[in-house]
């Protein structure tokens, strides 16, 4: 196991933010990531497990303890099944299928980090989430580090959450099911999806979007429908986008520090530069009170932070 000490975590982030982690190593296998997280129970170390990078943010004052970032880069094909490691990008993964002329991950194009992540937190866009072409999750266990393979339908999965937000079980591959044909059709989505994700999304620094967006179940609809809310453009998808929200209230472009709320898109805090983890933090808390206080909506932070306070 090589293991690394004081490695700066903002070079681990798509935010471009964080300090140091106490400690660091690369798994390269599953073997290498159960022996990292013996390492880390043998010295009671407290311990990460990084991804791509994506979707959190790391504190100005690093990580006390052990980040481990597996390389875990599998992927094969049998039919329309599809098995990947947990680090594999999102990408690459929509990449090969389409050569293997497989469909079904249209939803996930543009969305940065990798398998793993997205399993975490079942992400997703236009109503498909990747539960819905997930069939099995291996993983090891947060207590005996073995491994162990549920159904997806055994992982809890809702909106942008799964089991795996409730235990530090290590994603280690994943089993999809796929379907053939209409390819060209897929990959014009895809593209035009591509091509509008960068019309509307920042390209400066960010974690991708902040908060969840707002399920019709968890809200006063009529109350909300007081506040001059046209609910019927979100009846599709039965959510609220919590960017839309955000933009209503005037935000786009508040700066805190070197923290800002994209002008493009308002779920976007993007680092402009000098910005800190705090000043995303305090961004973070502000927009939550300045839409809880004009509409009464709690917003829940889709990007996890590191270490959780």
Known sequence: MNLQE????????????????????A???????????????????TYFILGGGSNLLFSDKGFNGLVIKPQ????????????????????????????RKLTGLEFAAGIPGTVGGAIRGNAGTYGVSMSDVLTSITYLDEATFNAVTLSAAQCGF??????????????????????????EASRKI????IALRHQSHPLEPSAGCIFKNVEFDRVDLKKLATKDID???????????????????GLKGKRIGGAMISPKHANYIINVGSAT???VVTMVSFIKQQVRDAYGIQLEEEVQIVPES
Request: positive net charge; without cysteine.
């Open 6 to 25: 004081n490695i700066v975590l903002r070079d681990h982030s798509t935010f471009r933010l964080g300090g140091p982690a106490r400690f660091f190593v």
């Open 231 to 249: 609910l019927s453009r979100f009846e599709q998808y039965r959510k609220i986008p919590s960017g839309y929200l955000i933009e209503r209230l």
């Open 27 to 45: 798994a390269h296998t599953t073997e290498d990531l159960r022996q990292a997280l013996l390492w880390a129970r043998k010295k009671k170390s």
């Open 190 to 193: 895809i593209t035009d999806r």
């Open 72 to 99: 875990l880069l599998q992927l094969s094909f049998n039919g329309t099944g599809v098995t990947v490691g947990a680090t594999v990008a999102l990408s690459e993964l929509i990449s090969r299928t389409l050569d």
């Open 158 to 183: 809702a909106y942008r959450h799964s089991m795996f937000k409730l235990h530090t079980h290590s994603i280690v591959e994943a089993h999809l099911t796929l379907k053939s044909g209409a390819i």
């Open 277 to 279: 983890s705090e000043d």
